[in-house]
């Protein structure tokens, strides 16, 4: 189980006084060998939920332009996120912060979050808001994200304190030159499938 620590503030995730979790799961090696490096720190201070991803990649690309539009095809982190059996919460994050989130029984069936919700949710990357084209070399980032309470918009959360949930954690980029589909925890299906909750592991938000 990951224990989701409580901290005061963004900031102290930024000090390394958290450990990072690898996303290093290559569950598709066969088909997609490429791997780029990556990590996460998760922590929170009741209200939000604070994730600090780590990005060490050849091949980067942001050509998304809004929230809620294929980010998936970017050089993207998510984090996937159930709390109970209602469904589970998709984050995902292209790198320079266009955001989609999703709330879902199944992966067809899905609700949106609407333009408030998607406007309380802080995203911060190393490369800046602008769009670009594919870029290959030593590519490193990172993405700071804050999620508030009200972006959980099918349950009704007043502290995160002592919650418990199921969680998993991705890097992927469907459009690059080097497709990659690597989670925290592994995924046993035959082709590339984030949206799998019998693979989430277990994480609980400290009191």
């Known amino acids: ?19 990072a979790q690898a996303v290093a799961c290559n569950n598709w090696a066969a088909d997609y060998p490429y791997a780029p490096r990556v990590s996460f720190r998760a922590g929170h201070d009741g209200r939000h939920l604070y994730l600090v991803f780590q990005v060490e990649e050849a091949f980067t690309k942001a050509e998304v332009t809004e929230d809620n539009g294929a980010v998936w095809t970017d050089s993207a982190v998510e984090f996937f996120i159930s709390f109970d059996d ?34 309380l949710i802080g ?9 670009f084209a594919e870029r290959q070399g030593d590519n490193r980032w990172e993405l700071r994200v804050t999620i508030p309470v009200e972006a959980f918009f099918a349950h009704r959360f007043a502290s995160l304190d002592g919650v418990r949930a199921r969680a998993n954690a991705y890097k992927c980029g469907d459009g ?11 995924i046993r299906t035959e082709k590339p499938n984030f949206h799998v909750p019998e693979f989430f592991g277990e994480v609980e938000f400290e009191g």
Request: aromatic fraction near 10%.
């Open 176 to 186: 690059l030159s080097k497709p990659h589909f690597l989670s925290w925890q592994p």
């Open 123 to 131: 995203r911060e990357s190393s490369l800046g808001s602008a769009t």
């Open 86 to 119: 209602t469904g589970y919460y998709n984050f995902e994050f292209s790198c320079i912060g266009r955001a989609l989130l999703g709330f879902r029984k199944t992966k067809p069936d899905v609700t949106h979050a609407g333009r408030e919700i998607m406007a």
């Open 1 to 19: 189980m990951l224990s989701i620590p409580r901290i005061s503030s963004l900031e102290y995730l930024l000090r390394n006084e958290v450990p």
